[in-house]
């Protein structure tokens, strides 16, 4: 019984289409009901062939389930007001001419009330006036054939199916009406509840992924900061030590150096990532040179570059200016030649040049590294957290650079393009507006 009822009806269905579609599916079953149930009738009386007719009807339904599975959905409507009101006038017509006086046309009644319910406004008028001079047609035709004079009967018989169709069009309509506002309010209700659940969802997963990327940052955290942490201490003993010598304790010195600006960066990704999921980010933004901020990132990273004998080769304008907040600046392109640095092997090439186009400066960072894969590289574009992956001499990361460095460029007005190649190496494209672009972007 619930198939039958809510045959053709998926989640995909819309909210009115639904409501019309489960509405048919009563009708049909109704029908179906009075068809056997005349069926039945027409046996016991030993009308034979009524009773064909009406089983011959049953297998009607058959193609408006079809329709309402392939969605259908107003060509099962138009094909069963169809086929019931030729049914219905069939019968009718097969009554009278058995001689027998019946009311049978009048289930068009019935009829008109259906296509109130399944039709909207500009088809149901149509509809009505045929189904109308359909009945009235029956009537005029069942008087004359029985040879019944078309005198004030008829005329009353006109005059009552009239009125009786114009209460079931106008009581309908107005049941229809409030039918339709109570589905607007269920579709708007609907709707509200849908995209609150889309949030809801949204958030959910939002909610995952942070919490996933807490527990991968504390775990980072503690691994790299542990290392340091007994080197410092391995040092301070050893410092101690009658035995210990000037040299080795320059060779940890250097070391804990180099630990130590790793784990200032590390922390300083952790620190802004933590801090813009938050509270979100608050701009400085100050005009720059960007050759002056270049060489102070290159600076913090010169023992590194030594240490790894890495060519590094700087072709920056002095006279490029760009407009930028310079703490996140800082944090980018610290990001983006600490990447070079640690994903070029020892003895490789890092190069680093500007150029200004349309009242931007492009700045290039291009290493011969070991490259970004595709799928890392459409992950991080995309900026979903990735895992961090060890450099060429072990180096750790957090795996949040790259996203950091996206999303702050983006909100500062600028823009990041990675192009690399697995093998070959990286080049970053940093899109930094200058004084001119900004103070376009600020009258606009």
Same mark, same amino acid.
């Given at each position: 019984?619930?198939?039958?009822?809510?045959?053709?009806?998926?989640?995909?269905?819309?909210?009115?289409?639904?409501?019309?579609?489960? $509405?048919?599916?009563?009708? &049909? *079953?109704?029908?179906?009901?009075?068809?056997?149930?005349?069926?039945?009738?027409?046996?016991?009386?030993?009308?034979?062939?009524?009773?064909?007719?009406?089983?011959?009807?049953?297998? &009607?339904?058959?193609?408006?389930?079809?329709?309402?599975?392939?969605?259908?959905?107003?060509?099962?409507?138009? +094909?069963? &007001?169809?086929?019931?009101?030729?049914?219905?006038?069939?019968?009718?017509?097969?009554?009278?001419?058995?001689?027998?006086?019946?009311?049978?046309?009048?289930?068009?009644?019935?009829?008109?009330?259906?296509?109130?319910?399944?039709?909207? @406004?500009?088809?149901?008028?149509?509809?009505?006036?045929?189904?109308?001079?359909?009945?009235?047609?029956?009537?005029? /035709?069942?008087?004359?054939?029985?040879?019944?004079?078309?005198?004030?009967?008829?005329?009353?018989? !006109?005059?009552?199916?009239?009125?009786?169709?114009?209460?079931?069009?106008?009581?309908?309509?107005?049941?229809?009406?409030?039918?339709?506002?109570?589905?607007?309010?269920?579709?708007?209700?609907?709707?509200? $509840?849908?995209?609150?659940?889309?949030?809801?969802?949204?958030?959910?997963?939002?909610?995952?992924?942070?919490?996933?990327? @807490?527990?991968?940052?504390?775990?980072? +955290?503690?691994?790299?900061?542990?290392? =340091?942490?007994?080197?410092?201490?391995?040092?301070?003993?050893?410092?101690?030590?009658?035995?210990?010598?000037?040299?080795?304790?320059?060779?940890?010195?250097?070391?804990?150096?180099?630990?130590?600006?790793?784990?200032?960066?590390?922390?300083?990704?952790?620190? &802004?990532?933590?801090?813009?999921?938050?509270?979100? /980010?608050?701009?400085?933004?100050?005009?720059?040179?960007?050759?002056?901020?270049?060489?102070?990132?290159?600076? *913090? /990273?010169?023992?590194?570059?030594?240490?790894?004998?890495?060519?590094?080769?700087?072709?920056?304008? =002095?006279?490029?200016?760009?407009?930028?907040?310079?703490?996140?600046?800082?944090? +980018?392109?610290?990001?983006? +030649?600490?990447?070079?640095?640690?994903?070029?092997?020892?003895?490789?090439?890092?190069?680093?040049?500007?150029?200004?186009?349309?009242?931007?400066?492009?700045?290039?960072?291009?290493?011969?590294?070991?490259?970004?894969?595709?799928?890392?590289?459409?992950? !991080?574009?995309?900026?979903?957290?990735?895992?961090?992956?060890?450099?060429?001499?072990?180096?750790?990361?957090?795996?949040?650079?790259?996203?950091?460095?996206?999303?702050?460029?983006?909100?500062?007005?600028?823009?990041?393009?990675?192009?690399?190649?697995?093998?070959?190496?990286? @080049?970053?494209?940093?899109?930094?507006?200058?004084?001119?672009?900004?103070?376009?972007?600020?009258?606009?």
């Amino acid at each position: 019984m619930k198939w039958f009822l809510n045959a053709g009806l998926t989640d995909k269905t819309p909210v009115k289409e639904r409501h019309k579609v489960f $509405l048919l599916n009563r009708l &049909i *079953f109704v029908t179906l009901v009075i068809n056997l149930t005349i069926f039945v009738i027409d046996i016991i009386l030993g009308v034979y062939v009524n009773a064909l007719a009406n089983l011959a009807f049953v297998v &009607i339904y058959y193609p408006l389930f079809y329709l309402h599975h392939r969605g259908k959905y107003a060509l099962a409507r138009g +094909v069963f &007001i169809i086929a019931i009101n030729a049914f219905i006038v069939t019968m009718t017509l097969a009554t009278y001419h058995q001689d027998r006086w019946t009311e049978t046309e009048n289930i068009l009644f019935a009829s008109i009330a259906g296509i109130v319910f399944l039709y909207d @406004k500009r088809y149901r008028v149509y509809l009505l006036a045929i189904l109308t001079i359909v009945l009235f047609g029956l009537k005029f /035709y069942k008087f004359l054939y029985f040879s019944v004079p078309v005198d004030t009967n008829f005329i009353l018989t !006109i005059v009552n199916s009239s009125i009786a169709i114009t209460a079931i069009y106008f009581f309908s309509s107005a049941f229809q009406k409030e039918f339709t506002e109570a589905l607007d309010r269920t579709v708007r209700l609907n709707d509200s $509840l849908n995209q609150q659940k889309m949030v809801l969802e949204e958030n959910e997963k939002r909610l995952s992924e942070l919490n996933k990327a @807490k527990n991968k940052l504390f775990s980072i +955290v503690a691994h790299d900061l542990k290392s =340091p942490i007994n080197l410092l201490n391995s040092l301070l003993y050893y410092s101690n030590s009658e035995n210990f010598d000037k040299d080795e304790l320059n060779r940890y010195n250097a070391k804990v150096r180099e630990n130590m600006n790793m784990v200032n960066h590390m922390l300083d990704n952790v620190l &802004i990532w933590a801090k813009s999921q938050l509270d979100g /980010y608050s701009l400085f933004m100050g005009e720059y040179k960007l050759k002056n901020v270049m060489e102070e990132v290159l600076t *913090f /990273y010169l023992d590194t570059i030594k240490a790894k004998k890495l060519n590094v080769s700087t072709n920056i304008d =002095p006279q490029h200016k760009i407009v930028t907040d310079i703490n996140l600046l800082r944090i +980018v392109m610290r990001n983006i +030649v600490s990447n070079a640095i640690k994903y070029t092997n020892e003895n490789g090439a890092i190069s680093i040049s500007s150029e200004e186009q349309r009242d931007f400066i492009y700045l290039y960072i291009e290493d011969n590294g070991t490259g970004i894969s595709e799928d890392t590289l459409r992950r !991080i574009l995309n900026q979903d957290l990735i895992d961090s992956i060890d450099g060429t001499e072990g180096e750790r990361g957090t795996g949040l650079g790259l996203i950091l460095s996206l999303e702050m460029l983006r909100l500062s007005d600028a823009d990041l393009c990675i192009e690399s190649k697995l093998g070959v190496g990286t @080049k970053m494209e940093i899109k930094l507006p200058t004084p001119v672009s900004h103070k376009v972007k600020i009258e606009q």
